[in-house]
């Protein structure tokens, strides 16, 4: 774990930086010891053009998955904290972050389901937006389940192809193409009926 800078990810002095809590011990992760990148910049100049090349993206397709702004913020925040952590071992940070910002996505609606199932009648609860607060399209959208919904985010608005997609989802190519399919198929539906 880097303890240099913590409170500064993006100041250039926190390379420079004793770690908190004296020198470095033996063995532990120092920026000397991160994997400097072959684009001659350092590691943390790397992850920031990640982080900034990556992040709207990622609020996104969390936002399509959850259908909480909140929540989607919050699962790819964490999901840069975790990649920040293993940066010097991720090779194509964008297809983990894929894979992260979706199984969280997923880990995230897990909870919610069981917190509603245990939570009485008439307390309050998080929505999707209603019928009458988007376009047909998001309307439509909404009738996707969670996996074609990030199926046809990750293919059509990343434009991903099936292999990364699939990588992200967790499943084979063959689910995939059934997955579009069976979207493509909803929305059609739906947005014929408007």
Known sequence: MIRAGRRHLFNETAREAEPI??????????????????????????????????????????????????????????????????WHAVRDPRSWLHAV????????????????????RGSPREHAPSADDGTAVRQALLALSRRQRAAVFLRFYLDLPELAIAEALGCRPGTVKSLLHRALATLREHLDED
């Open 101 to 120: 910002v979706v199984n969280r996505s997923r880990s995230w609606w897990r909870r919610l389901l069981v917190a509603r199932r245990h939570v009485a």
């Open 21 to 86: 809590g004296g020198p470095a011990r033996p063995g532990s992760v120092t920026w000397s010891t991160v994997r400097e990148p072959q684009t001659g910049g350092s590691a943390l100049d790397d992850f920031g053009a990640a982080y900034r090349a990556h992040y709207d993206g990622m609020i996104r397709l969390a936002y399509v998955i959850t259908g909480s702004m909140a929540a989607a913020e919050d699962i790819v925040q964490e999901s840069f904290v975790e990649l920040y952590r293993r």
